[in-house]
Structure formats: structure tokens, C-alpha cells
């Protein structure tokens, strides 16, 4: 089997994420009750009991809202950065002290054959992180809650056989959008979320030869289309001169409300 994974759900509703390998399966983000969650995963036929732990990218109630729940029920060890526990034990109540696990941001552990690497973001949370996992030499990243792609971020992701990637609003649609002002300059600013365009901009850099398919993702349901998302994607790579067929590079959908087929990711150096 290798490295896959399922995007369970991605939005400002809820955020989750299921990533397996042959010896340990992993949820990353709980943005729905616990019953939800459960939901979306036997969708999959998969459930609480196949988890080995629990990754926290940020203490935003869109992915922590079922954390505690979750947590407590099937009892899971717990990783996030020690701000992010800070900022989150109110919201996700009381977890045991031998579920609560620190990872470092820019830390690596590995739990039975899968590599787990955190790295920082910028987003207007105490201290969010996006995740890179890796097995039988394949690498799958999820970068989403980001208000721009660093060169660090950039570096991060760079190798990435598999990614999901941020594509959260049309600028234009959300400058003409009914959100007050301030929440605007929020989405917009640094700290904020990824645009189209942005998205397109960081692929421009991360198209290299290993990366074979990008999950836009996070998409806002009152400032974005799916379909626009890609043709704006494809748009700005066609743009920067990047020219490809269906079989070397694909932009994949997520959803709100649905996961997303299970997808396995292999490493394109080990097929050359």
C-alpha cells in the first residue's frame, strides 16, 4: 500500500484528514464533533479504532471543534507544538496527560514506517504549522491556512510527490463579497488565506518533476468555485509557461462535505 491518504473534508466548515501507510494510519486536524468525523471516515471503512495519533495544525475551531471528543473516546495520543496546546485547552477540554504529545514546529518523529515533519506557516494563529509525511520513499504535504508561501514554506514542500494545496478564495469575488471590510483584510493580508492566483504562484515554483498531483483545497463556499479555483490555477501556470498533459500533472478536487477517493501516493524518483 505505501503512502495514501483521504481529505475527509476541507473548508471553513471543517477540516480533516487521513493519511495511512502499511503500519500506521494518522488523522490530521478534528474540525467536526467527533460524530461527524466518524461519519467521514467509515465513508472510507475506516474508523477511530484504525488511528495511531492524532496532528494538530492550529487551534481555529474549524479544526479542533471534535478534537477533545475524539480524542478522549478512542483515546489517542494528541500531537501539536506547546503554543497551539495553549491556545486549545479551553476549546478541546480535558485530555489526559498521557495523550497530550509536544511536537515541535519544524520538529520530525516517526511513528512504525511514516515520517512526520511539522514546519510553520503564516496564518493569524499562535503557532500553526503545515505537515510533510513520507514512506517507501514517497512524500505527501498539506499546506492550507496560509496567507503566503515563504521561501522556507517553499523549500518545505519542494520533492513533494503529492500535495494539498491552499486555493481558498477569488480575490475579485471576495472584494465584491458581502464580508464586512475588516474580515476582508484579514483573508487578504499575510496572515490570512492563499488566493488562486497565490496558489498558482507557489505551483509555478513547485512544479518540478516529482509532483504529479495538487488537491486544491480549503476553498471558501461564498468567494470561490471549484472550477474557477482550477482555471485560475491552470491559468497563471500557463501563463509562466508551464504546458503539461493530464498524465504528468493533475489538479484534484476536495470537498465540504464529502472525502475525497483514497488516493496512494508513490514516489516518482523510484519509478526513473
Known amino acids: ?29 478534528v474540525g467536526f464533533s467527533g460524530k461527524k468525523v466518524e461519519e467521514l471516515m467509515r465513508e472510507r471503512e475506516i474508523s477511530g479504532e484504525n488511528l495511531d495519533a492524532i496532528f494538530v495544525t492550529h487551534e481555529h475551531s474549524d479544526h479542533i471543534k471534535g478534537l477533545g471528543a475524539f480524542a478522549r473516546k478512542h483515546k489517542l495520543p494528541v500531537y501539536a507544538n506547546e ?3 495553549g491556545a486549545m485547552l479551553r476549546t478541546v477540554g480535558d485530555i489526559s496527560d498521557d495523550q497530550r504529545r509536544i511536537l515541535p514546529t519544524d520538529g520530525v518523529m516517526e511513528i512504525a514506517d511514516m515520517r512526520i515533519e ?3 506557516i503564516s496564518h493569524d494563529a ?10 517507501d520513499g514517497a512524500k505527501l504535504s498539506l499546506a492550507t491556512d496560509l496567507g503566503y508561501v515563504s521561501d522556507k514554506v517553499m523549500r518545505q514542500l519542494q520533492d513533494s510527490d503529492v500535495m494539498v494545496l491552499e486555493s481558498n478564495h477569488d480575490v475579485e469575488m471576495l472584494r465584491m463579497g458581502r464580508y464586512p471590510w475588516n474580515i476582508k483584510r484579514r483573508i487578504l493580508g499575510d496572515t490570512g488565506h492563499l488566493s488562486n492566483e497565490a496558489a498558482g504562484e507557489a505551483l509555478c515554483s513547485l512544479l518540478t518533476g516529482s509532483l504529479r498531483r495538487v488537491y486544491l483545497a480549503h476553498l ?6 471549484m472550477d474557477l479555483a482550477k482555471l485560475t490555477v491552470n491559468t497563471v501556470l500557463e501563463n509562466n509557461g508551464f504546458f503539461y ?9 476536495t470537498y465540504h462535505d464529502r472525502p475525497t477517493p483514497w488516493d496512494e501516493v508513490r514516489s516518482q524518483m523510484r519509478k526513473l
Open 126 to 135: 499562535v503557532e500553526p504549522v503545515g505537515y510533510c509525511f513520507q514512506a
Open 83 to 85: 503554543k497551539t496546546w
Open 118 to 120: 511539522s514546519y510553520a
Open 245 to 253: 498533459h493530464k498524465n504528468e500533472f493533475e489538479l484534484c478536487d
Open 220 to 225: 471558501s463556499q461564498e468567494h470561490n468555485l
Open 1 to 29: 500500500m505505501g503512502l495514501r491518504f483521504t481529505v475527509l473534508s476541507s473548508g471553513s466548515t471543517g477540516n480533516a484528514t487521513v493519511v495511512s501507510t502499511d503500519s500506521a494510519t494518522v488523522l490530521i486536524d
